[in-house]
């Protein structure tokens, strides 16, 4: 997008350099308005200190107060944003103040940022962090806007930022492993977000060919060679389109030759009608993002192959659309998935399931990887349970759900983790085949997980139901985006901390 900001960073500017430099500088104010020796450089004439009671501001993180055309400066703005207690600054803190940030920006062209805060150590990493959080917040799906910002007749020029920071070498390099695992995530938004005659099976499995060129190994199953491996539960869903079904393969292999992969599988259904159990008219606009899954998984293999991972990890995304037309799938058919097991399909808007089936036996069978952690825009029931804060864990082993608990503390992609077991297992057993594909009224999110466990034999395994926070959560600091990329950070610590070396 052109509106996306360039970053670089800087030494902290002398105070005369600070003074005559123009444009916009921004500085940080702890939750008693105070504002270290750098940001006071800044202001020789003490104009903020001013505005401060004025605007009734008292640092409170992410508020704001601005003083334009400040006196004794040639800056064009002077902007402090609250950093709140300096004791609270943790990694993620410094992620939303970069995006409290990226929100004041405005139409400036030239900003410094001080990063320099009473009471609490920015190192490298803090502003690196601040680097991205600017990146993330600035994010807009603005590609079919046809009439852009524009300024005196020209396209919105993208703001040059330059941080300004105690070490800048290592905040540089800090940024340069950051800024891989955001363009990730914004490749992940970018997938969401867009509409559904733009992107079906065909042309999302062509988005995840071109991870190619950051050497991921990548393969598109056809419907021939799904038909072929026996794949009738994926296929079942995808035969009432005229647009076929993929199946995308994505190895990145940047551990040791024949260490253990780990995996990752997302459901791509890229419009989700119902099928025949169609959904209602309103709001199915938003089934264009039911492969938010699929789109977290290839914003995924993007990260650790864009900052070169030292781990071997699968990728295999299931790529269908769920329409209606006279050879769509009735409720009551049967079919076979390729675990040989048999499933009766007693609604066909419990798609998801269907599509994974396939996807984590295919994957399990081939790979026999150390895990497997599954992504799913999956079940309505999972947002009645925990809202949009927190996606939904379920787990058939312990180590596996703690680390990904953890992994989402960390970024913020928060998990909760939900029950298993044989009560909730025995309610989809079919009188007609193996197993039906919903069950009662009640416990609906549970009971899609427990049908997902019947396809991962002993593999540790977890299901991530993302339906509530990978398309239309709510906006935060960081993301303004109807598509949030909700996993792509999350999944890359998992194997950042526990995965690599």
């Not at 909700?486 to 901390?497: A, E, K, Q, T, Y």
């Amino acid at each position: 997008m052109n509106s996306t900001p360039t970053i670089a960073f800087a030494k902290f500017a002398a105070p005369q350099t600070a003074t005559s430099r123009k444009g916009s500088v921004f500085v940080l104010a702890t939750d008693d308005g105070g504002v270290s020796d750098a940001a006071k450089a800044c202001d020789p004439a003490g104009t903020l200190a001013r505005a401060f009671p004025a605007a009734d501001f008292s640092g409170k993180f992410g508020s704001v107060v601005e003083v334009f055309a400040p006196e004794g400066t040639a800056l064009d703005r002077l902007v402090a944003v609250g950093a709140g207690k300096a004791s609270s600054l943790d990694d993620h803190a410094w992620l939303k103040l970069g995006g409290s940030i990226a929100a004041s920006l405005r139409k400036a062209v030239e900003v410094a940022v001080v990063l320099d805060v009473a009471g609490a150590q920015a190192g490298g990493r803090q502003a690196a962090s601040v680097a991205a959080g600017i990146l993330l917040r600035s994010y807009a799906f603005d590609k079919y806007k046809t009439k852009k910002d524009k300024d005196n007749g020209q396209p919105k020029k993208p703001a040059k930022v330059t941080i300004h920071c105690a070490d800048p070498s290592a905040a540089k390099k800090a940024f340069a492993d950051e800024v891989a695992v955001i363009d990730g995530v914004l490749l992940a938004r970018d997938l969401v977000n867009e509409p559904a005659n733009a992107l079906g099976p065909v042309e999302f499995a062509a988005r995840a060919k071109e991870l190619e060129a950051l050497g991921v190994t990548v393969e598109i199953l056809t419907e021939k060679e799904m038909k072929k491996l026996g794949m009738g539960s994926l296929l079942g869903v995808a035969q009432g389109s005229p647009r076929g079904a993929r199946m995308a393969v994505l190895q990145w292999n940047g551990g040791k030759a024949k260490a253990t992969p780990v995996a990752f599988i997302g459901k791509g259904v890229t419009f989700d009608t119902g099928g025949n159990s169609m959904k209602p008219a309103s709001g199915m606009e938003d089934m264009k993002g039911d492969m938010g899954g699929a789109a977290a998984v290839t914003g995924l293999m993007h990260a650790l192959a864009a900052r070169k991972a030292k781990a071997n990890v699968v990728g295999v995304i299931g790529l269908v659309e769920n329409a209606v037309d006279g050879h769509a799938q009735r409720p009551g058919d049967i079919v076979t998935s390729m675990s040989g097991q048999t499933i009766e399909v007693l609604n066909t808007d419990a798609e998801g399931r269907l599509v994974l089936a396939d996807a984590l036996w295919y994957c399990n069978d081939r790979f026999k990887p150390a895990f497997m952690v599954n992504l799913a825009t999956l079940t309505g029931a999972i947002m009645v349970a925990l809202g949009q804060h927190y996606a939904g864990l379920f787990s058939n082993n312990d180590e596996l759900a703690e680390r990904l608990a953890n992994a989402g503390q960390a970024t913020q992609e928060r998990l909760w983790r939900m029950p298993l077991g044989s009560e909730y297992d025995k309610l989809i057993d079919s009188k007609n085949a193996d197993m039906k594909n919903i069950g009662g009224r009640y416990g609906g999110a549970i009971i899609a997980a427990q049908f997902l466990q019947r396809f991962v034999k002993e593999t540790p395994w977890a299901h991530l139901d993302i339906a509530g926070t990978a398309m239309g959560s709510p906006p935060s600091e960081i993301n303004q985006s109807w598509g949030s990329g909700f996993g792509v950070r999350l999944l890359d610590r998992l194997v950042r901390d526990h995965y690599e070396g």
